[in-house]
């Protein structure tokens, strides 16, 4: 049955809303503390004999599936109920944690992630949904920070647990300690209290949309596939071939939505221009924020020279910088809006991307950290704002897919930066190498030119979508069209 947010029953006291909130972040961090294994990239590097371009399908095979089920699942959990579909995610990711750990090949560990990432979209998509039923629909904002600050905790002490596992049990480690972690949350999440569905309009009953779900996934599938091709001759022809497959379904899957009476995804809600701008501004957000994940990893072990431990740490302030914002947002949403919010953390992300644009072996540790808690702390005023204006604008009854479509956004942005950051990097690289730098600075040439790149791809998208949203209504962060 669909499910809308309601205020808690008398029974249900705020300590055991807060325990029941505690049960799903916890739940929740094993997504987020998939940052730990970007800092074991380098060490999958070493153990496969493989380049950055080949290891990326590490990153891709995993977020190309659970970016293209999210809105899916989301949709699943406001017809069956979230806590359910919270918990099969729970259990399958448990499943492909343990695979993942046990891969014996780099193509194998592809493929044990896309049962991973599976496991992931179910729980990403409901959770969200899950925390906002605890607390009466007021509190709303607060909550979504909270789950917010939670999530980049979990990214924050990925780099650094993993950092500690990589060095005792190797590359592995990173897999090996999130399956307990899953499996806790799951016993402890019969606990939660399964909201009360009430009544609902008519067009929230219908049944579950099985060929837009089909269109939905092949759209994205296509898509992600084809942009993350790279190669000689055929590569070419079959990425026309993907993309055009791809742009066809999406039509399809826009018709399909339009005259179903149960969409997966409202399509009439884009002509909110605040809602339809926002939601390509996280795309170009994440896209310039996952530079940081595929690529300091590098700088910290090539150019600095340190270790996984303490270069896990250094790679975590990004995380910690997004917990600060987070909360900040939290605060600050219902007194700002959503255009002062925006900017602010727009600004914040390209102070921290621009400065680490001038990286070299010779820059201070010092200010490598301040630039990554600048962007971090950037990131998560902007996706406090985000999420909230999702929330809000979509109905009630369709809240899971209100929380989904925030990560498929954020997906789709890490996705394009898997292929934009990493090919910007070879190629900058490659023609440093040409130029007779030797490979360490030919290595600091490319990251530099890869990092500018996502600055400015930011800042541009950026100007063109704030832009627009200007000319448009402004709304708050509470405010419901």
């Not at 505690?22 to 153990?47: E, H, Q, R, Y």
């Not at 193509?107 to 896309?114: C, E, F, G, N, P």
């Not at 980049?152 to 480690?173: F, N, Y």
């Not at 740490?313 to 997004?322: D, F, Q």
Request: proline fraction near 5%.
């Amino acid at each position: 049955m669909p499910q809308t947010t309601a205020s808690p029953s008398a029974s249900h006291s705020r300590t055991r809303a807060a325990a029941a909130l505690a049960i799903v972040c916890i739940g929740t961090l094993v997504a987020p503390l998939d940052s730990a294994v970007n800092i074991a990239l380098p060490s999958m590097s070493a153990a496969f004999s493989a380049p950055i371009s080949d290891i990326r399908w590490v990153v891709i095979a995993y977020v190309l599936t659970y970016a293209s089920l999210l809105l899916i699942c989301g949709r699943l959990g406001d017809l069956i109920g979230y806590r359910k579909v919270f918990q099969a995610g729970l259990a399958v990711a448990v499943v492909g944690f343990l695979a993942c750990a046990t891969a014996p090949s780099l193509t194998a560990l592809a493929l044990d992630r896309i049962v991973q990432g599976i496991g992931i979209a179910l729980l990403l998509s409901c959770a969200p949904a899950l925390a906002t039923t605890l607390y009466a629909e007021e509190e709303r904002t607060r909550v979504l920070a909270l789950y917010a600050a939670a999530s980049a905790a979990g990214a924050a002490l990925g780099p650094v647990l993993g950092g500690l596992m990589i060095a005792r049990l190797g590359w592995s480690g990173v897999f090996w300690m999130r399956a307990p972690i899953a499996l806790a949350a799951l016993l402890l999440s019969w606990s939660i209290p399964p909201p009360s569905p009430p009544a609902a309009p008519p067009t929230a009953r219908g049944s579950f949309d099985v060929v837009g779900a089909a269109l939905l996934v092949t759209t994205l599938a296509c898509v992600f596939l084809g942009f993350a091709l790279r190669g000689g001759a055929p590569v070419p022809l079959l990425r026309a071939a993907l993309l055009t497959a791809g742009a066809v379904a999406f039509v399809a899957f826009v018709r399909q939505e339009l005259r179903h009476p149960a969409p997966i995804l409202r399509i009439g809600v884009f002509r909110n221009r605040a809602f339809a701008i926002m939601n390509l501004l996280s795309v170009v957000a994440n896209y310039a924020a996952f530079s940081i994940m595929l690529l300091v990893p590098y700088y910290l072990t090539r150019s600095l020279g340190l270790g996984p431990e303490t270069g896990g740490i250094v790679l975590a302030m990004a995380a910690v910088g997004t917990i600060a914002g987070s909360w900040l947002a939290g605060r600050l949403a219902r007194r700002l809006g959503i255009a002062p919010l925006t900017a602010t953390g727009i600004v914040l992300s390209l102070v921290g991307l621009g400065a680490m644009a001038t990286w070299s072996a010779a820059t201070p540790l010092v200010l490598v950290t301040a630039a990554m808690l600048a962007q971090g702390i950037g990131l998560g005023l902007f996706q406090v704002a985000y999420a909230d204006l999702v929330t809000a604008t979509l109905p009630l009854q369709d809240r899971g897919v209100a929380g989904s479509l925030t990560m498929v956004t954020r997906t789709i942005g890490v996705v394009g930066g898997a292929n934009g950051h990493a090919a910007v990097q070879d190629w900058g690289e490659a023609m440093a190498r040409a130029g007779g730098l030797a490979a360490d600075l030919a290595f600091e040439a490319g990251f530099r030119l890869a990092m500018g790149q996502a600055a400015a791809v930011l800042a541009v998208g950026a100007a063109l979508c704030l832009l627009a949203l200007a000319r448009g209504r402004g709304r708050t962060c509470a405010d419901k069209p």
